[in-house]
């Protein structure tokens, strides 16, 4: 998806996509962090996005409006462990597509293995690592999807301030998340051969597929937390399930880009979540950080769904693994 | 766009149909999370967002210093009693673990203060 990006930097014609984040909800101690919508985090989790959709002005040129609409299942192997998968169906308004008359289609599909390394409930502190891959070859051709798989080793973190000092009380429902990967292609350069239907002629293209460093995260405060660990204001309850949050996805062009005009792209997303006792709600905006990554403000917006939740006992827990560690009474 | 439209609707369905059981979290308590109340209550309940396990739910007081100032805890399905003895003014922490009755462990703990 970002060699993609970075294409459609180069290229103009082609095509660039916001990447939507591979997002679970995580409960660490006093500390719940929600499913992010855009950049990944740490949590890992039985949940479904049905769905994540977005509209924007992407990076094109000239820029056109697209649509994505992605859907997320995670689902555990083992309480540590899991699985994800996200298939993206993309629409490309006029006059968007290799013809100029828009363009419809799956992307490369998506996967993850997300495992949990660290969790530190007195410090809301949570490690993971994953292996993200887009599968080459995998999505609709009128999109101009990747013909190589990129396979993006990631660490992820999340981390509540929940032991801040009394003194600054007003900032403990702060939290962070972040996410750092190394998108590697699996193959460095992509040739491609183009044949004229009027003269005959052949044309080569040979390009390089740069590999990149893929960063973002988020920073949310969090009103649950406040009212049931910090201060329970007796607001409306509707505002104690809010969590105002701005996330920030970005990919930086680091090696095998030679000769390539490449520049940081991504988006920085403020926006804000409802999160309910199975499912949450979310929608922000899309600020593209530079015309590389897009012309015009956009938006997302995502029905998250718990299945540890609302299916505990079948499809909402780990394939393998015991039943979840009792609590040890005082 | 039929077919998407009726397995999103089954999909709701059955989600609606099935009794769920999410993590229990904290709602909310007396004396309520941060605040102040003038005297010593007799006991700090809790109420959670879901069905507590007896056998698997504890929580403590404990103060300033660390030493524990509650005499138990007794739980009757959303809600926990933790008794405490008299309280003299100061800062206080709730710790609470709990299970809920399908199995998901939750803890957190927070504070209150008594005639500050």
């Given at each position: 998806?970002?060699?993609?990006?970075?294409?459609?930097?180069?290229?103009?014609?082609?095509?660039?996509?916001?990447?939507?984040?591979?997002g679970a909800h995580e409960i660490v101690g006093n500390r719940f962090f929600p499913a992010t919508l855009?950049?990944?985090d740490?949590g890992i989790n039985d949940e479904l996005s049905l769905?994540?959709?977005?509209?924007?002005?992407?990076?094109?040129?000239?820029?056109?409006?697209?649509?994505?609409?992605?859907?997320?299942?995670s689902?555990r192997?083992?309480?540590?462990?899991?699985?994800?998968?996200?298939?993206?169906?993309?629409?490309?308004?006029?006059?968007?597509?290799?013809?100029?008359?828009?363009?419809?289609?799956?992307?490369?599909?998506?996967?993850?293995?997300?495992?949990?390394?660290?969790?530190?409930?007195?410090?809301?502190?949570?490690?993971?690592?994953?292996?993200?891959?887009?599968?080459?070859?995998?999505?609709?051709?009128?999109?101009?999807?990747?013909?190589?798989?990129?396979?993006?080793?990631?660490?992820?973190?999340?981390?509540g301030?929940?032991?801040?000092?009394?003194?600054?009380?007003?900032?403990?429902p702060?939290a962070?998340?972040?996410?750092?990967?190394?998108?590697?292609?699996?193959?460095?350069?992509?040739?491609?051969?183009?044949?004229?239907?009027?003269?005959?002629?052949?044309?080569?293209?040979?390009?390089?597929?740069?590999?990149?460093?893929?960063?973002?995260?988020?920073?949310q405060?969090s009103m649950p937390y406040m009212k049931t660990a910090?201060?329970d204001?007796?607001l409306p309850d509707f505002f104690n399930h809010l969590i105002?949050i701005?996330?920030?996805?970005?990919?930086?062009?680091?090696?095998?880009?030679?000769?390539?005009?490449?520049?940081?792209?991504?988006?920085?997303?403020?926006?804000v979540l409802w999160v309910g006792d199975y499912f949450q709600v979310g929608v922000?905006?899309?600020?593209?950080?530079?015309?590389?990554?897009?012309?015009?403000?956009?938006?997302?917006?995502q029905l998250h769904l718990y299945l540890d939740d609302l299916f505990p006992t079948t499809i909402g827990k780990?394939?393998?693994?015991?039943?979840v560690?009792?609590a040890?009474?005082? | 766009?039929?077919?998407?439209?009726?397995?999103?609707?089954?999909f709701v369905l059955l989600a609606a149909s099935i009794p769920a059981g999410a993590h229990a979290m904290l709602d909310h308590a007396?004396?309520?999370v941060?605040?102040?109340?003038?005297?010593?209550?007799?006991?700090?309940?809790l109420w959670f967002t879901q069905k507590l396990e007896?056998?698997f739910s504890?929580?403590?007081?404990?103060?300033?210093?660390?030493?524990?100032?509650?005499?138990?805890?007794?739980v009757s399905g959303t809600v926990m009693?933790?008794?405490?003895?008299?309280?003299?003014?100061?800062?206080?922490?709730?710790?609470w673990k709990v299970l809920s009755v399908d199995t998901h462990t939750t803890e957190g703990?927070f504070?209150?203060?008594?005639?500050?």
């Open positions: 998806m970002l060699t993609r990006l970075a294409r459609a930097v180069l290229f103009g014609p082609a095509l660039a996509f916001v990447p939507l984040g591979a855009v950049a990944d740490p769905p994540t959709a977005s509209l924007f002005k992407n990076s094109d040129i000239p820029s056109v409006n697209e649509l994505d609409i992605a859907v997320e299942f689902k192997i083992t309480d540590d462990f899991a699985l994800i998968v996200q298939p993206t169906w993309t629409h490309l308004y006029v006059p968007g597509g290799p013809l100029g008359n828009g363009a419809s289609g799956f992307q490369n599909l998506e996967t993850t293995a997300k495992y949990r390394l660290y969790k530190n409930p007195e410090h809301e502190f949570v490690v993971s690592v994953g292996l993200v891959a887009e599968w080459a070859n995998t999505g609709a051709k009128s999109l101009s999807v990747d013909t190589f798989t990129t396979y993006t080793p990631t660490l992820y973190f999340g981390k301030f929940g032991d801040l000092p009394d003194a600054v009380w007003w900032a403990r702060f962070v998340t972040g996410v750092f990967g190394y998108a590697i292609p699996s193959r460095s350069r992509t040739i491609t051969t183009t044949v004229d239907p009027d003269s005959g002629d052949v044309s080569v293209d040979d390009s390089p597929n740069p590999r990149f460093f893929n960063w973002g995260g988020s920073l405060y910090v201060n204001f007796g105002p701005v996330e920030a996805s970005l990919q930086t062009p680091v090696s095998n880009f030679a000769g390539l005009d490449l520049k940081t792209t991504g988006t920085i997303n403020p926006g922000e905006a899309i600020v593209p950080v530079n015309r590389q990554s897009g012309t015009s403000v956009g938006v997302i917006a780990p394939i393998f693994g015991g039943p560690t009792p040890k009474p005082f | 766009m039929k077919n998407k439209t009726i397995i999103l609707s089954a007396d004396p309520r941060g605040n102040t109340v003038k005297s010593s209550p007799s006991a700090v309940t007896p056998a504890s929580a403590q007081v404990t103060n300033a210093s660390g030493a524990v100032v509650s005499t138990g805890a007794s009693r933790v008794g405490v003895r008299s309280l003299p003014p100061g800062t206080y922490r709730v710790h703990n504070t209150f203060r008594v005639g500050q």
